[in-house]
């Protein structure tokens, strides 16, 4: 079974910046897709960019693009999400998310959702 530990996540000013780490375990090392995704109060949630291991495609949503670089270390089992430049509409849960196998575009799951979820870190951006 697939599972997925967010940490990271904490209270940053407006251009600061934070790295989120997602601990991640039930993988396939060869074969699999991962994900940032993030809800806001009262928005619904948004996939903020995901990563797939055949041909390492990303995605980003434009929202963040330039600002946040998502990476991998197949060693330590982790997938980071690096944030800079963060500004106060970036405040939201984050949740990293997972497929095994996958067999869809990278822009397919990050617009839809992946299949495993883990259970969020809360990222304040203040003015």
């Known amino acids: 079974e697939v599972q997925l530990v967010e940490s990271g996540g904490g209270l940053v000013q407006a251009g600061g910046s934070l790295r989120l780490s997602c601990a991640a375990s039930?993988?396939?090392?060869?074969?699999?897709?991962v994900g940032w995704f993030r809800q806001a109060p009262g928005k619904e949630r948004e996939g903020v960019s995901c990563?797939?291991?055949?041909?390492?495609?990303?995605y980003y949503a434009d929202s963040v693009k330039g600002r946040f670089t998502i990476s991998t270390d197949n060693a330590k089992n982790t997938v980071y999400l690096q944030m800079d430049s963060l500004k106060p509409e970036d405040t939201a849960v984050y949740y990293c998310?997972?497929?095994?196998?996958?067999?869809?575009?990278?822009?397919?799951?990050?617009?839809?959702?992946?299949?495993?979820w883990g259970k969020g870190t809360l990222v304040t951006v203040s003015s």
């Open positions: 998310a997972a497929v095994r196998f996958p067999i869809r575009t990278i822009n397919y799951y990050c617009s839809n959702g992946m299949d495993f």
């Open positions: 990563f797939k291991s055949r041909f390492r495609t990303t």
């Open positions: 039930g993988l396939d090392s060869d074969s699999y897709a």
